[in-house]
């Protein structure tokens, strides 16, 4: 194991008995958390009130569920309907808390690497922080003219008023134990998808009634790091991760003809040239968002053979119709792009 969070990792989908220490602090996690957001619901507590319409994507368990490519899709689809859309992020994963735009060349040290991942595949006005009101006034400040803010991730920041909720759900991934964090990967309890839209991140189309809303991943061709038209034939490689749920990485790998061996970091890794000394007689394999964080190590260390051996495998979200649709009803609700 590489890092202890993949140790509790593992035990979540082992479903481990050791986990039942952990139901007291579950208790009290959940028990706050619904106070919270009675709170704030209830005008207990002051939320930040946007002027223009903000839509929350997010999810209710912890690790990766697909939203980052689900919002890149969107925003590409908004834009091509004439949208002036923003993104806002946590920025997990950047030094400070304090807000801050995105830029082409930000770095994931000072904005987070999902960031710069969005950014960079879609040139979206974007900005970064703690305070979810203070991003939102920094985007608008810099970008008057928008039309919509959608909040990457946040669900649970009930500081933040929201005209719409979009919650991802991971047919692979599942529930778990259906428990509360610590004990269990959910961040709110299951019933709060009844609050909320629901995407279903699944290929298995069949499991669902012809409502639903799907979308699943589908990958392109490994490509170098560092650029070129080189390709990289199915062998034996090193998979390397530091996302949230790498088991779906690693599965495609191998459906894609790889011989993969696993190298799983924590989520939002901060890659360092020593965890590539061991990993150099084979190519290596990593995803979008790692490489990101990969190609920055490549610019501080431009001698390093390693990097002449990385290969990125880019993903796309695909999807359903119905997905487009509830999109064009929601703006047409905010009336937005009317």
Same mark, same amino acid.
């Given at each position: 194991?590489?890092?202890? +969070?993949?140790?509790?990792?593992?035990?979540?989908?082992?479903?481990?008995?050791?986990?039942?220490?952990?139901?007291?602090?579950?208790?009290? &996690?959940?028990?706050?958390?619904?106070?919270?957001?009675?709170?704030?619901?209830?005008?207990?507590?002051?939320?930040?009130?946007?002027?223009?319409?903000?839509?929350?994507?997010?999810?209710?368990?912890?690790?990766?569920?697909?939203?980052?490519?689900?919002?890149?899709?969107?925003?590409?689809?908004?834009?091509?309907?004439?949208?002036?859309?923003?993104?806002?992020?946590?920025?997990?994963?950047?030094?400070?808390?304090?807000?801050?735009?995105?830029?082409? =060349?930000?770095?994931?040290?000072?904005?987070?690497?999902?960031?710069?991942?969005?950014?960079? +595949?879609?040139?979206?006005?974007?900005?970064?922080?703690?305070?979810?009101?203070?991003?939102?006034?920094?985007?608008?400040?810099?970008?008057?003219?928008?039309?919509?803010?959608?909040?990457?991730?946040?669900?649970?920041?009930?500081?933040?008023?929201?005209?719409?909720?979009?919650?991802?759900? =991971?047919?692979?991934?599942?529930?778990?134990?259906?428990?509360?964090?610590?004990?269990?990967?959910?961040?709110?309890?299951?019933?709060?998808?009844?609050?909320?839209?629901?995407?279903?991140?699944?290929?298995?189309? +069949?499991? &669902?009634?012809?409502?639903?809303?799907?979308?699943?991943?589908?990958?392109?061709?490994?490509?170098?790091?560092?650029?070129?038209?080189?390709?990289?034939?199915?062998?034996?490689?090193?998979?390397?991760?530091?996302?949230?749920?790498?088991?779906?990485?690693?599965?495609?790998?191998?459906?894609?003809?790889?011989?993969?061996?696993?190298?799983?970091?924590?989520?939002?890794?901060?890659?360092?040239?020593?965890?590539?000394?061991?990993?150099?007689?084979?190519?290596?394999?990593?995803?979008?968002?790692?490489?990101?964080?990969?190609?920055?190590?490549?610019?501080?260390?431009?001698?390093?053979?390693?990097?002449?051996?990385?290969?990125?495998?880019?993903?796309?979200?695909?999807?359903?119709?119905?997905?487009?649709?509830?999109?064009?009803?929601?703006?047409?609700?905010?009336?937005?792009?009317?």
């Amino acid at each position: 194991m590489k890092n202890p +969070e993949l140790l509790i990792t593992k035990a979540w989908q082992d479903n481990s008995p050791i986990l039942i220490m952990l139901s007291p602090l579950s208790l009290l &996690y959940g028990v706050v958390g619904r106070v919270r957001k009675f709170l704030y619901d209830n005008d207990k507590l002051s939320k930040y009130h946007a002027p223009i319409p903000v839509m929350v994507i997010g999810n209710i368990t912890v690790g990766g569920s697909g939203k980052t490519p689900l919002i890149i899709t969107l925003v590409k689809y908004l834009q091509g309907k004439g949208i002036n859309v923003g993104v806002i992020s946590r920025g997990y994963g950047r030094t400070g808390n304090a807000p801050a735009m995105v830029c082409a =060349d930000s770095t994931p040290i000072q904005v987070g690497d999902e960031p710069c991942l969005i950014v960079q +595949e879609t040139n979206v006005p974007m900005a970064v922080g703690a305070n979810r009101g203070q991003v939102i006034d920094l985007l608008i400040h810099n970008h008057p003219t928008l039309q919509l803010v959608i909040s990457d991730d946040g669900l649970q920041h009930h500081a933040l008023h929201r005209d719409v909720e979009w919650i991802v759900v =991971d047919g692979m991934r599942g529930f778990g134990n259906e428990k509360l964090f610590p004990q269990g990967f959910l961040r709110e309890p299951l019933d709060r998808l009844t609050e909320a839209t629901v995407i279903h991140h699944d290929s298995r189309a +069949e499991r &669902y009634d012809d409502k639903a809303l799907l979308m699943h991943l589908i990958p392109t061709k490994p490509i170098p790091l560092l650029g070129g038209d080189k390709n990289l034939a199915p062998q034996r490689v090193y998979a390397l991760s530091g996302i949230g749920y790498p088991t779906r990485f690693f599965k495609t790998l191998s459906e894609l003809g790889f011989d993969v061996i696993e190298q799983a970091f924590g989520d939002h890794h901060v890659f360092e040239i020593d965890d590539l000394t061991d990993l150099t007689d084979l190519p290596i394999i990593t995803t979008s968002k790692d490489a990101v964080k990969l190609h920055k190590l490549a610019n501080t260390y431009p001698n390093h053979g390693a990097f002449d051996n990385i290969w990125v495998l880019p993903v796309q979200a695909v999807l359903s119709d119905s997905v487009y649709g509830e999109m064009d009803r929601v703006l047409g609700v905010l009336g937005v792009g009317f």
